[in-house]
Nanobody, 113 residues
């Protein structure tokens, strides 16, 4: 199975925005729920948001109202729009298909106070 490829991370000030992208192969994208996860130093990886193949979404309480997950089925890309970023959002962000056990390499998001 091909590894998803995340991009769009960077350094941003608190209150700023970033948009993450994840390109995945059709074999793991089509028909599957796609999720964004994050792992901060010294902490376990946690689910941030998910979007089903039909477009239904769910979010971790900590990001509700600030983050928006979406998917472009024609391009096999899933996005994570992150607004009103906080220092506690600092982490490596990963995307993963519900139909695959393969993780991408992740993209670093750092929010300065």
């Amino acid at each position: 199975q091909v590894q998803p490829v995340e991009s769009g991370g960077g350094l941003v000030q608190a209150g700023g925005s970033l948009r993450l992208s994840c390109a995945a192969s059709r074999s793991i994208f089509d028909g599957n729920t796609m999720g964004w996860y994050r792992q901060a130093p010294g902490k376990q990886r946690e689910l941030v948001a998910q979007v089903s193949s039909g477009g239904s979404t769910n979010y971790a309480d900590s990001v509700k109202g600030r983050f928006t997950i979406s998917r472009d089925n024609a391009k096999s890309i899933v996005y994570l729009q992150m607004n009103s970023l906080k220092p506690e959002d600092t982490a490596v962000y990963y995307c993963k298909s519900g139909g695959s056990a393969v993780w991408g390499q992740g993209t670093q998001v750092t929010v300065s106070s």
